[in-house]
C-alpha cells in the first residue's frame, strides 16, 4: 500500500508542476504591467523602478518563475496588494470557516444522496424512483446561488426563523455557529446531494444485478439485509471515492455560496481578490486549490484500493 | 462495404430517434430548450418594452397587467429584460461549449490516435486543468480577461475543454482499436481520412451527449459570472446580473429574484433532461 501511495505521489508531481507553471502564466500573459496596478496613483518612475526591483520583475520570466515557485515551496505565496497580509496567512485564515461549511454540506448530501439513492434503485421504475429522480435532476439544475436567495427570502426575511448572513466560530458559540450555517450548507449540499443520489443508485443498480445478490435472496434473507448487507456494501466503493472527488465542486460551489450569506470563508476571499485585482491571492488560491483537489484524489484512489478487497494484494 | 455502410447507419439513426421520441423526459428537456431558443431569437420581434428603458412612475411595481412580472429598481420592465437575458445565456451557453469543442476534440484526437509525446504532453495538461475546479478557473480567467460576456464565454469555454480532451481522447482509444479502422489502414487510406471518415463520426455520440451537458453548466457558470459582476455588464440584461441586483431588495421586491431563477432552472433543467436522454438513446447497450 506504501508503495502505491508513494507511486501516486510521484505521478502527482509533474502534474502540480504544471499547474504552478498555468498559474504563474496566468498573470504573465496579461497585457499591462502590475507594477502599476500595485503603485496605484503613483506615477513617479523611481517607485515604479523601485517595486519592479522589490518584487524581481526586472529578473527574467523563467527566473522570476523559479523564485515564485521556490518561495511557494517555503509556504510563501506573496503579499496581498490589498491588505498587506501574507496570502499564506490569508488563506489559512479563511480555510477553517469554509471547511466547516464543506463538512456540513457533505454530511447533509450524505444524509439526503445516499438513502434516496438506495429507495430509488430498489424501487426502480416505480412513481418513487420518477419523482426521486425528478427531484435529483432539479438539485442538479437549480443555480445555488438562487436558491440561496430563495431561502433568505422564506426563512429570513418573511419567517425570520434564521439569520440571513454571518458566520459565528464553532469554538465561540458552537449552536449559534451550526445555525447560521444551516442555510448555507444546505445550498451548497444541494446539487452534491443530488450527484450522490444519481451514482448510489445507478452503483446499487448494478449491484443488485449480482449473482451474490441472487444468492442471498434465494437464501431467504429478508430484503432489507440482501440490500443494504449484501448490495449496498458493494456498491460503497464508488460512492467513497465520488464523495472524496466532489472536494473541487464544492470548493466552486462555496465560492456562491459564501458570497450570498456573507460569510468570510475561502470563497469570499478568491471574489474581494478578484475585484480589487489582488492577483497574488487569486494565484495563491488557485494553486491551493488545485493542488488540495490532487491530495483529495489521492485520498479517493487510496480508499478505492482499500474498500475494495480484489485490489488490496495487488 | 461503401453500399451497405449508409444502410446501417441510417437505420442506426432511425433506432435512436425512435428512442429518444418515447423517452418522455428528453422530449420535455427538447421542448423547453426550443422554447427558450425561439424566445430568445425572436426577442426583437416581440411587443414588449425596451429592456433598458427606466420609468421611474413604476420603480419596484409587482406583477400587473402593464407589467406581467413587475418591474426592477429602476422600472425596468423585468419580463423584457428576461426574455432580452435569455439571449446572454443561451449565447454563453453555446457558444463556450462550442470554444471547449473547437479547442477539446483535436486535441483529444490528436492525444488518442497518435498517442506518443504528444498524448503525454496533451494529458499532463489535460490533468492540471482538471485539477482547478471548473467555476474556480473561470473566475480566475474572467478576472484576468476582464469583466464581459466575451471574455466569461471564453474562460467558461477554456475552462470546460479538458472536459472534452479527455473524452473525446478516451473515445478515440477505443475506436482506434476497431478492426475496419485496422481495414481502413490495411487498404491504404491516409491519416487524415481516417480520422475524419471513420474516427470522428464514431467518436460524436458520446461528445454530443456530453457537450448537450456542458451546455447546461455553461448557463450556470455564465449566470454565476454575471451574478458575480464577471459577466454580462450593466445596463446588458442577463439572468445573473438581475439576480445580483434583486438580492439587495429581496423584501421591497422579490418578484425581482423570482423570474430569473426559475428561468435559469428551466432552461438547465432542459439541457440536463435533453442530455440524459440522448445519452440513453445513443446507449447500444439500452437498445
Known amino acids: ?314 | 462495404m461503401s453500399v451497405s455502410e449508409p444502410a446501417i447507419s441510417h437505420r442506426a439513426e432511425n433506432r435512436v430517434w425512435k428512442k429518444f421520441r418515447y423517452h418522455r423526459s428528453a422530449m420535455l428537456g427538447g421542448i423547453l430548450v426550443v422554447f427558450f431558443i425561439l424566445i430568445a431569437l425572436t426577442a426583437p420581434l416581440l411587443p414588449i418594452p425596451d429592456p433598458a428603458a427606466t420609468d421611474w412612475g413604476a420603480v419596484r411595481k409587482a406583477p400587473s397587467a402593464a407589467h406581467w412580472l413587475g418591474t426592477d429598481e429602476i422600472g425596468r420592465d423585468v419580463l423584457s429584460r428576461m426574455i432580452w437575458g435569455a439571449q446572454a445565456s443561451l449565447l454563453a451557453g453555446v457558444v463556450s461549449v462550442a470554444i471547449a469543442l473547437l479547442l477539446g476534440v483535436p486535441l483529444g484526437i490528436i492525444a488518442g490516435y497518435f498517442g506518443g509525446w504528444s498524448d503525454a504532453a496533451i494529458s499532463r495538461c489535460t490533468e492540471a486543468l482538471l485539477a482547478a475546479p471548473f467555476l474556480i478557473l473561470a473566475i480566475a480567467l474572467a478576472a484576468f480577461l476582464g469583466p464581459s460576456l466575451t471574455n466569461a464565454m471564453i474562460a467558461i469555454g477554456i475552462s470546460a475543454t479538458p472536459i472534452f480532451i479527455r473524452l473525446t481522447r478516451g473515445q478515440v482509444l477505443s475506436v482506434k482499436a476497431e478492426d475496419y479502422v485496422d481495414s481502413a489502414r490495411a487498404i491504404g487510406l491516409s491519416t487524415p481520412k481516417i480520422l475524419v471518415r471513420y474516427i470522428f463520426p464514431n467518436i460524436l455520440p458520446p461528445v454530443l451527449v456530453q457537450a448537450t451537458l456542458t451546455i447546461a453548466t455553461a448557463i450556470i457558470a455564465e449566470a454565476s459570472l454575471s451574478f458575480l459582476g464577471l459577466g454580462q455588464q450593466p445596463p446588458d440584461p442577463s439572468w445573473g446580473s438581475m439576480l445580483n441586483t434583486a438580492k439587495n431588495f429581496l423584501n421591497q421586491a422579490p418578484w425581482m429574484a423570482l423570474w430569473p431563477g426559475i428561468a435559469i432552472f428551466l432552461v438547465v433543467l432542459g439541457f440536463n433532461l435533453l442530455g440524459d436522454g440522448l445519452r440513453d438513446a445513443l446507449d447500444p447497450r439500452e437498445h
Open chain 1, 1 to 314: 500500500m506504501l508503495s502505491f501511495i508513494l507511486r501516486r505521489l510521484l505521478i502527482a508531481i509533474p502534474t502540480i508542476i504544471l499547474i504552478s507553471v498555468f498559474v504563474f502564466a496566468l498573470q504573465k500573459l496579461l497585457p499591462g504591467d502590475p507594477v502599476l496596478a500595485m503603485a496605484g496613483e503613483e506615477r513617479d518612475p523611481d517607485v515604479l523602478e523601485f517595486l519592479r526591483e522589490k518584487y524581481r520583475l526586472n529578473d527574467p520570466v523563467p527566473v522570476q518563475y523559479f523564485t515564485w515557485i521556490g518561495n511557494a515551496l517555503r509556504g510563501d505565496l506573496g503579499i496581498s496588494l490589498r491588505t498587506n497580509q501574507p496570502v499564506t496567512e490569508l488563506i489559512a485564515s479563511k480555510l477553517p470557516v469554509t471547511i466547516q461549511l464543506a463538512t456540513m454540506a457533505i454530511i447533509f448530501a450524505l444524509v439526503i444522496g445516499i438513502p434516496v439513492g438506495i429507495i430509488s434503485s430498489v424501487k426502480k421504475g416505480t412513481v418513487t424512483d420518477y419523482v426521486a429522480n425528478t427531484v435529483a435532476l432539479s438539485g442538479l439544475s437549480i443555480p445555488n446561488f438562487w436558491l440561496g436567495i430563495m431561502l433568505i427570502l422564506l426563512f429570513s426575511v418573511r419567517w425570520k426563523l434564521l439569520p440571513a448572513s454571518g458566520y459565528v466560530p464553532l469554538s465561540e458559540d458552537p449552536v449559534k455557529s451550526i445555525t447560521t450555517m444551516l442555510m448555507p450548507a444546505f445550498v451548497l449540499g444541494t446539487a452534491l446531494a443530488a450527484t450522490l443520489m444519481r451514482h448510489t443508485r445507478s452503483a446499487m443498480l448494478g449491484v443488485l444485478k449480482s449473482d451474490y445478490v441472487r444468492t442471498a435472496r434465494a437464501k431467504g434473507l429478508r430484503e432489507r439485509s440482501v440490500v443494504l448487507k449484501h448490495a449496498f456494501r458493494n456498491a460503497l466503493t464508488p460512492i467513497v471515492t465520488l464523495t472524496a472527488l466532489l472536494f473541487g465542486e464544492l470548493i466552486a460551489g462555496a465560492v456562491l455560496t459564501e458570497q450570498i450569506f456573507t460569510i468570510p470563508g475561502f470563497g469570499k476571499l478568491v471574489v474581494d481578490a478578484v475585484f480589487n485585482r489582488d492577483y497574488a491571492v487569486v494565484q495563491g488560491i488557485v494553486l491551493v486549490t488545485a493542488v488540495g483537489f490532487i491530495f483529495m484524489n489521492l485520498i479517493a484512489d487510496v480508499l478505492y484500493v482499500l474498500l475494495n478487497p480484489r485490489l488490496r494484494g495487488q
